[in-house]
């Protein structure tokens, strides 16, 4: 009774002592029963004290980063420096909104209406960030709520996003991640709401560069056009038409060229109700270039073929009717005039870029005579000449470096320059399968080396 007092005699309803005598008074009849609820409480409570301590318990393995497992230690979690030096971008580990914090080095290399373009390192990987640009033109003349115009932005970044994965093409730009926040965009310091794409790292297409290059490089260029128009006449979402067939929407990486911009992409054939809505002109003159006809309410071919005319005006006419064999001037020249004028889809100029390409590789356009000319070279396999360079045109390398389709090649070539007097084909070949050849003025100093096979004009030696 003495511990049922002390008991009763804690805290009123106020936090006052009620005293014995009131308590009894009120509880007194029912004394054993609230004894048996106090000891179901008290068990009640250990066992919610218990599931605590073993929830906090959880929570500090998990954060700590060990396990329930007889004390040993957890796999070690990587941090997110480990994550991004770890990061392969053929791993197939897509990056998102976690992973920008870690891309450093970030320049702006880039800018639109829309969207701007920096370049960053994730670990050992240089890749691109798009976003959208704030001070562009979608932005500062959107007459919304900044946050709606941010969403407008951020919405073509997000279709783009899902546009360059449908067209997954070794000549489409590689998509390594994105960010889409499930917050909304606030002005200010970047702290919620910035949608973002990572992609492959290339440069912009420079005329300039492009007007330097050998023909071969150009040539692969050309090729590299050819696929994606190719690409875009048979996509997965159908025939495409890019109606801003520009040069700003392509970047080189790793030597190739890459759709990277399909903002302003046209999914299906032009609509129709006759084939005189079927009709493509020149944008300059407006005269009719080709007439295509209507079938079943579309253009039948109308993105093929409205899409090889840009790319001749922007591309080809730039890549190919210059600086190759003479006697492929006229193929190449065929080709762009074809494709200008409109007589050429999407596919036959694929088709015709490739056929260019395995003529150039085998050398099939050597005439008989030229071949002929081997006959005043002695061969030397496994000799080399270090020594006795000169300059000339349409060099890929300094000095006198060219590719060639055979050794018979390199024996006209060779003679086609008055100071030639020996010419090496080294273990070294290009793109379409051309073997490097490297020209002499001189023949002093032979020495043997492995994979080389020296050619030497008779009279020489």
């Not at 190449?332 to 889809?345: A, T």
């Not at 000339?392 to 008055?418: I, M, N």
Request: charged share 20%; glycine share 8%.
């Amino acid at each position: 009774m003495s511990i049922a007092k002390s008991t009763l005699r804690q805290v009123g309803d106020d936090g006052s002592n009620l005293g014995y005598g009131r308590m009894t008074h009120l509880f007194f009849p029912s004394f054993s029963k609230m004894a048996r609820v106090s000891r179901l409480s008290v068990y009640m409570t250990a066992y919610l004290c218990l599931c605590l301590l073993a929830n906090m318990a959880l929570v500090l393995m998990f954060i700590t980063g060990y396990q329930l497992r007889s004390g040993t230690p957890a796999a070690h979690i990587p941090r997110p420096s480990q994550l991004a030096e770890d990061w392969d971008p053929h791993s197939g580990r897509l990056l998102n909104c976690a992973d920008l914090p870690s891309i450093t080095n970030l320049s702006i290399i880039g800018s639109g209406w829309t969207k701007a373009v920096y370049r960053g390192e994730y670990g050992k990987t240089w890749l691109a960030v798009k976003t959208v640009h704030t001070s562009g033109h979608d932005m500062t003349e959107c007459h919304e709520t900044v946050s709606i115009c941010y969403k407008q932005c951020a919405a073509k970044i997000i279709k783009e996003s899902l546009l360059l994965r449908e067209l997954s093409h070794n000549n489409v730009i590689k998509v390594f991640g994105e960010c889409v926040p499930g917050v909304d965009y606030s002005p200010g310091p970047p702290v919620a709401g910035v949608v973002a794409m990572i992609t492959e790292l290339g440069h912009p297409v420079n005329v300039i560069e492009v007007l330097q290059m050998n023909f071969e490089e150009r040539l692969q260029l050309a090729s590299d056009i050819g696929r994606i128009l190719y690409h875009l006449a048979q996509s997965p979402l159908g025939t495409l038409l890019m109606k801003d067939f520009r040069r700003e929407q392509f970047v080189i990486s790793g030597g190739s060229l890459k759709l990277s911009d399909v903002d302003d992409v046209v999914i299906g054939d032009h609509p129709c109700t006759t084939d005189q809505d079927c009709a493509i002109k020149d944008g300059v003159k407006e005269n009719i270039l080709i007439n295509l006809t209507c079938v079943m309410e579309v253009c039948k071919g109308f993105n093929s073929h409205l899409n090889a005319i840009h790319a001749s005006q922007h591309f080809m006419r730039l890549l190919i009717p210059y600086g190759g064999p003479a006697a492929l001037e006229s193929a190449c020249l065929h080709i762009v005039n074809l494709q200008s004028r409109g007589l050429l889809d999407s596919e036959a100029v694929h088709h015709e870029i490739q056929s260019l390409v395995r003529n150039y590789s085998s050398g099939a356009y050597l005439s008989a005579a030229e071949k002929d000319t081997i006959q005043n070279f002695i061969v030397y396999h496994g000799y080399t000449i270090d020594e006795a360079d000169f300059s000339c045109l349409r060099t890929v390398r300094t000095g006198c470096v060219q590719s060639v389709s055979s050794p018979e090649e390199g024996a006209w070539l060779c003679s086609q320059f008055p100071e030639c007097m020996a010419f090496v084909l080294i273990n070294q070949w290009t793109w379409t399968g051309r073997q490097i050849a490297i020209f002499k003025g001189g023949v002093r100093e032979m020495r043997k080396k492995k994979q080389h096979t020296l050619y030497i004009r008779r009279g020489q030696g």
